[in-house]
């Protein structure tokens, strides 16, 4: 256990105690118990810097299964590290951001943070596992957190819906991605991820590598909400604004980039890798950013804005791939894609954060997200307004921001897919930069559609739940920090370029004894990537302005609305199979489940009879028979096969006291005076006890006998004879001699007792005894409970 | 004697088998407590009957029964009284809210159970 594993769980534990803090200090906002945390891992990350930057990791093992070859061994280089700074430090901004959103008074804020640091544990615990087992787990855990943020109005219908969506399709591909990380297993036979990249030679060309290819990438793209489980996300935007902005932008939804970039150096080798993820990233990143203009809802727009940035890191790092395929072409000549991928990562966390938290501002100072009810709020909030334009000027690509400059290299990235000669891209490949492009076009416009459709346009305060103001202060710094990242990285990327990026490049792509070196330039001269920003600003502000005219293109295409349908009626047909399926053999009768139980039983035991060839009839070591008893023997089986044929309940259960009283009688013969003692009193309480419950109930309209049914009685007579057959082998098999003498010596010595059964049950076993005292004062309380309370207003059991 | 227990065992287990698969609550909880009698005998008579005086150390007997199964059966008489009276006062209370025994017609209703 090292300090860095401390830092991972620090989150959980910080959990436990949150609960405390709430109860005890209601007046403080729970926020503030909090927020130290993320600042505190977030310094301690930085640490790490002087580290990566030389593209170099740190990794601390300890063994958690070592049995199983399942260490929890964290290690830190560029990639890790460039995720652990994002999730403390976007995670530190959103907490103080939503100490104003929240209302203390109004919300349970206890569990709201307990399941936020339960999200930041998890998400560092994926990003910094070296160990797929232990990666895989937190990366449920994220799923887990998720769902009971997005549930977090659970009141709310839709809430829960989103939550159980996003469960679903994320857990759907989780499973998937176990049965990948189990293949890679099966390969390599072991788990660690170092370890398997130092074989991925050999495995490449295993018969398993193409279904673990499969596997993994299922789980990566339902997480990253790729085309087409991206129905989750907008979902997802249910919950409260501030994890919107970090589990569904900035955070959970990259573990599945995170995923593909570390087992690039796996699976880059293989062609499909390159081709599935680029074809289904730049989909995603024309779905999205289609989509998204349609939208009317401020968090609608941006969350499929976030499907669509998700599919654009995607598709680049795909292309980057096809470094580590090629040997032929210039290795850096393709890295570039990588470098832009890394590169958008960061600065989408940056914008698109802070127009999460101008969206939640929004909607907090308005009552509203439709952008039909909202306008012309630019004289009321100045300072959210000045920091949408930032946020959506940069992510719709336009200098002087961040996202210009990712832009452009995504652009580079793309046009260079013409120039690789792969599975005939020359007749396919000019699809990509075409596609790219068009998807920036629309992106420009949703970009604008969001700052100018709220902040510009016709002031309607009567569409307004509340009068607009400005936002208090404490929930325009987390915006506000995010934003002059926007800029500051927009004018020195280079800050970042050698600090975090190449780290992360060394990590996705790692080739021996060679150092990535990135600088990121702002002028290129005029290339065709800064004409495609041209004609995206061009066309883009055209489109916006004709926006009304051309809007009823959407509807000609029902295509989104059919994958939400579908997911919903597999959900419907599923749930409805199930129930049939369930109600095929869980019928509500009683006597079915039992019938089961005793075929079960039958079949079971008569089977190992015959298997085990146990069954063994040996006459020799019987004790003797005298007439009384077999009078006795007579009176039991009369007795018992008689209650089967009488009318009445009262002579059943006179007949079943004959058969208890006997039992006694055959325990004095045994030789057992204890179970003689005891078997008289409960009989006579058993009998008066049947007595008096039927003595009290209104009798029966009719009593009748059993009706015969021939399975009962096959099934009856199969259990009486597999149950004979078991007595008379188990009296013929001696396997070992009775460990009854250690009794007979000890019980004097060591327990002072001369009656050994008692002995047994007071001194031996003490603890059965104890425990079966338990049982019997729950039966106690449970019959105490029944006969006391009522249901009240009568017939409310028929609701139940 | 064991043979002969081994068949009253039998019939014992198959009246209490019979009883439950019936419809009649009533004459499910008999069932039980039939099993719970045939379950007794079986225990007893596999650990053998009748091999020396009661487990008593008073008694001075060159050998003994063994004691573990009786303890055994203590604890499972009481165990099974707590059960079939839970079980009594369970169907008691059912048929005063609902006004019948047979479980078929307990079995709850379509689209509430």
């Not at chain 1, 100490?99 to 804020?109: F, S, T």
């Amino acid at each position: 256990m090292s300090l860095l594993h401390l830092a991972i769980i620090s989150p959980f534990l910080l959990a436990i105690l949150v609960p405390i803090a709430y109860k005890l200090f209601r007046q403080i906002h729970t926020g503030w118990f909090v927020f130290p945390l993320p600042i505190l891992l977030f310094s301690y990350f930085i640490s790490y810097l002087s580290i990566t930057s030389n593209q170099q990791s740190v990794t601390k093992s300890f063994a958690w299964i070592p049995t199983l070859g399942i260490d929890f061994t964290a290690k830190v280089d560029g990639l890790g590290l460039l995720f652990a700074l994002l999730i403390t430090g976007i995670g530190a901004l959103v907490v103080l951001y939503s100490i104003y959103y929240l209302d203390k008074n109004k919300e349970k804020l206890n569990t709201f943070y307990v399941y936020l640091l339960l999200f930041m544990g998890a998400m560092l615990g994926v990003v910094l596992s070296d160990n797929l087992i232990v990666l895989y787990t937190f990366w449920e855990f994220t799923s887990f957190s998720s769902f009971l943020l997005i549930g977090y109005w659970y009141h709310r219908e839709k809430s829960r819906y989103g939550a159980q969506k996003s469960m679903i399709i994320t857990v759907f591909g989780g499973l998937s991605m176990l049965g990948g990380i189990i293949l890679l297993y099966m390969m390599t036979g072991t788990f660690s991820i170092s370890e398997i990249i130092a074989q991925s030679d050999e495995i490449f060309s295993h018969v398993l590598f193409v279904p673990a290819l499969l596997c993994i990438l299922l789980g990566a793209f339902t997480k990253s909400a790729q085309f087409p489980f991206h129905i989750w996300l907008p979902d997802a935007m249910e919950a409260p604004t501030p994890v919107s902005a970090y589990l569904h932008s900035a955070t959970m939804v990259k573990a599945g980039i995170y995923l593909v970039a570390r087992m690039s150096p796996v699976f880059a080798e293989h062609s499909l890798w390159l081709w599935l993820i680029a074809g289904f990233g730049i989909t995603t990143l024309f779905w999205g950013s289609f989509s998204a203009v349609k939208q009317t809802d401020l968090k609608a727009i941006l969350a499929f804005s976030t499907v669509s940035q998700l599919g654009m890191i995607m598709s680049l790092l795909g292309i980057g791939a096809a470094a580590l395929h090629f040997e032929t072409v210039d290795d850096s000549y393709f890295t570039v894609a990588t470098t832009a991928a890394v590169f958008h990562l960061i600065n989408h966390a940056t914008f698109k954060g802070s127009l999460f938290m101008v969206a939640g501002i929004v909607d907090h100072e308005t009552g509203t997200r439709d952008i039909r009810k909202l306008g012309g709020l630019m004289n009321f909030m100045p300072i959210t307004f000045t920091l949408a334009i930032i946020g959506t000027f940069s992510m719709a690509g336009l200098p002087p921001f961040n996202g210009f400059l990712s832009k452009e290299m995504f652009f580079t990235g793309m046009v260079r897919v013409l120039e690789m000669d792969i599975f005939n891209l020359d007749t396919w490949g000019f699809l990509f930069p075409v596609l790219a492009w068009v998807a920036s076009v629309f992106t420009f416009i949703y970009s604008m559609i969001l700052v100018f459709k709220t902040f510009t346009g016709k002031f309607q305060p009567e569409q307004l739940e509340k009068k607009p103001h400005e936002a208090p202060i404490g929930m325009l710094i987390s915006p506000i920090i995010l934003a002059s990242l926007v800029i500051i990285i927009g004018f020195f990327p280079n800050i970042i370029s050698n600090t975090l990026i190449s780290p992360a490049q060394a990590a996705i792509m790692p080739v021996e004894g060679y150092v990535y070196d990135t600088h990121i330039y702002f002028w290129h001269g005029f290339t065709p990537e800064l004409f495609m920003t041209l004609g995206v600003i061009t066309l883009g502000i055209l489109l916006f302005v004709t926006l009304p005219k051309w809007r009823s293109v959407y509807n000609l295409f029902p295509e989104k609305l059919a994958l939400n349908r579908f997911y919903d009626s597999m959900l419907e047909v599923s749930q409805r199979a199930s129930f049939n399926l369930t109600r095929l053999y869980m019928n509500g009768f009683i006597r079915t489940y039992l019938v089961y139980i005793f075929s079960f039983f039958i079949v079971a035991l008569a089977a190992t009879l015959v298997l085990k060839d146990a069954f063994k009839f040996d006459t020799s070591d019987v004790a003797t028979i005298h007439y009384a008893e077999v009078l006795l023997a007579l009176v039991i089986a009369a007795a018992s096969v008689s209650i089967l044929f009488v009318k009445s309940r009262m002579t059943s259960i006179i007949l079943l006291g004959a058969v208890g009283y006997t039992v006694s009688l055959f325990f004095v013969i045994f030789r057992a005076p204890d179970l003689a003692l005891t078997q008289l009193v409960i009989e006579t309480i058993s009998v008066s006890l049947f007595l008096l419950a039927f003595y009290h109930l209104p009798k029966l309209r009719h009593e009748e006998r059993i009706r015969f049914k021939m399975t009962n009685a096959l099934i009856s007579v199969g259990v009486g004879a597999i149950v004979t057959m078991i007595a008379l082998s188990a009296h013929s098999n001696k396997m070992f001699p009775s460990i009854a003498q250690y009794y007979v010596e000890n019980t004097y010595k060591e327990a002072a007792g001369k009656n050994m059964v008692n002995v047994i049950l007071v001194d031996f076993r003490g603890f059965d005894t104890m425990f079966e005292i338990t049982v019997l004062g729950i039966a106690a309380l449970g019959i105490f409970a029944m006969i006391k309370l009522r249901l009240e207003g009568g017939k409310k059991n028929e609701n139940k | 004697m064991e043979i002969l227990m081994a068949f009253v065992i039998g019939i014992l287990f198959m009246s209490a088998t019979y009883l439950m698969l019936s419809k009649s609550l009533l004459r499910i909880i008999v069932g039980t407590g039939l099993l719970s009698h045939g379950a007794h005998m079986l225990i007893l008579t596999m650990g053998g009957l009748k091999k020396g005086a009661a487990p008593l150390l008073g008694e001075n007997a060159p050998s003994y029964t063994d004691p573990i199964p009786q303890a055994l059966i203590l604890t499972a008489i009481v165990i099974s009284f707590g059960v079939t009276a839970f079980f009594l006062v369970l169907a008691y209370r059912a048929y005063q809210e609902l006004g019948t025994d047979n479980m078929d017609r307990m079995r709850g209703t379509e689209g509430n159970d």
